[in-house]
């Protein structure tokens, strides 16, 4: 078995309370092999939701579109969110997924510099003109179109340690920051703090929570170390 096959989480790692599994993947790595290249990033935001709460999709109820969020951990959840492709996992309980928010490019012996020079090419800006790397996947459509993820080809779908898997790299966050969601409507359980950024991390996701004008204890928490 490669050595990544070892480190890729099993499918229980993710069978587990949305906000638990959305801090717990902070620091992991999400691998796609597209051609002969890893595609990789870091995650550094995550948002968890539940069937439960207005804020999610599965509150809407089941449809065939969203069967993933029913199904158990470790399915893949992708939908469209302002004309890109977004990238969900469930988690424990039916309805309840966590959404990778934004992560930060991932160099190393399986992902090189070649991988990030086609993630580069996937993702220019407006203008056509390459992002800078720490802008590069700073938000959920970002990210999937870095990594050449595409809603019709993975939603549904369990994950496969050929091309697609989250690794564990032995990166844990030394200070994870708690605060509200992003894009949630008005009456809709906006308030609720489910959001977890890398706090090392926090300039380069979709909007620092930390910001000027931002109150700790307020707007954000501090909860502490990671594992």
Not at 5 to 29: E, H, I, S
Not at 56 to 67: D, I, P
Not at 154 to 169: C, L, P
Request: proline letters at 5%; a neutral charge; glycine letters at 10%.
């Amino acid at each position: 078995m490669p050595d990544h096959a070892r480190r890729a989480l099993p499918d229980t790692f993710f069978n587990r309370d949305a906000q638990t599994l959305a801090r717990d993947l902070l620091g992991k790595v999400v691998r796609h092999k597209v051609g002969e290249l890893w595609l990789s990033a870091r995650i550094i935001e995550t948002e968890a939701y539940y069937l439960e709460e207005k804020g999610s999709h599965a509150s809407l109820g089941y449809t065939e579109k969203r069967k993933a969020l029913f199904l158990d951990g470790g399915h893949i959840y992708m939908y469209y969110a302002r004309g890109g492709d977004s990238l969900n996992f469930s988690a424990g309980g039916p309805g309840n997924a966590v959404l990778i928010k934004s992560a930060y490019p991932w160099v190393d012996a399986l992902s090189d510099e070649n991988s990030l020079a086609q993630m580069l090419l996937n993702n220019p800006d407006a203008s056509g003109n390459i992002r800078p790397p720490e802008r590069l996947c700073a938000g959920q459509t970002l990210l999937c179109k870095a990594l050449g993820l595409k809603v019709p080809m993975w939603d549904a779908k369990r994950f496969d340690h050929e091309q697609i898997f989250v690794d564990d790299v032995g990166q844990h966050p030394a200070q994870i920051i708690q605060t509200t969601r992003l894009g949630i409507p008005a009456g809709r359980d906006e308030q609720l703090m489910y959001r977890f950024v890398d706090a090392a991390y926090a300039r380069f996701c979709t909007r620092n929570p930390i910001r000027r004008g931002q109150v700790e204890g307020r707007d954000y928490f501090i909860i502490g170390q990671g594992n």
